[in-house]
Nanobody, 127 residues
Framework: QVQVAESGGGLVQSGGSLRLSCIASRGPYTYYTIAWFRQAPGKERECISVIIIPHNTTYINPSLKDRFTISRDTTKDTVYLQMNSLKPEDTAVYSC????????????????????WGQGTQVTVSS
């Protein structure tokens, strides 16, 4: 299965931006799904966005679509999550996950659809 690892978290002021990276070790796989999730303290894990590779079909959580964007660099097997206008409530551990494309991006935007997870990266937004 595809293995993933995140990077790019950190501390940012409210209103700032961060770009997270999810590097995929895909082996022989060329058709797979990458998703971004986040989990804030005391809250359930929330799906942010999904991309199906290689077609680049995407879905983004409607509550975040005005500020967050998912993209892909095909030369680096890397998926990015660009986060703008960050708010303190965006503070969370952000994780990327990978699995086979069992459905549409929207259908797959659920924690249970993914079985390969990165270690997570902390994003803290100060007020």
């Amino acid at each position: 299965q595809v293995q993933v690892a995140e990077s790019g978290g950190g501390l940012v002021q409210s209103g700032g931006s961060l770009r997270l990276s999810c590097i995929a070790s895909r082996g022989p796989y060329t058709y797979y799904t990458i998703a971004w999730f986040r989990q804030a303290p005391g809250k359930e894990r929330e799906c942010i966005s999904v991309i199906i590779i290689p077609h680049n079909t995407t879905y983004i959580n409607p509550s975040l679509k005005d500020r967050f964007t998912i993209s892909r660099d095909t030369t680096k097997d890397t998926v990015y999550l660009q986060m703008n206008s960050l708010k303190p409530e965006d503070t969370a551990v952000y994780s990327c996950a990978a699995d086979a494309p069992y459905g549409t991006p929207q259908e797959m935007c659920k924690e249970g659809e993914f079985h390969s997870w990165g270690q997570g990266t902390q994003v803290t937004v100060s007020s």
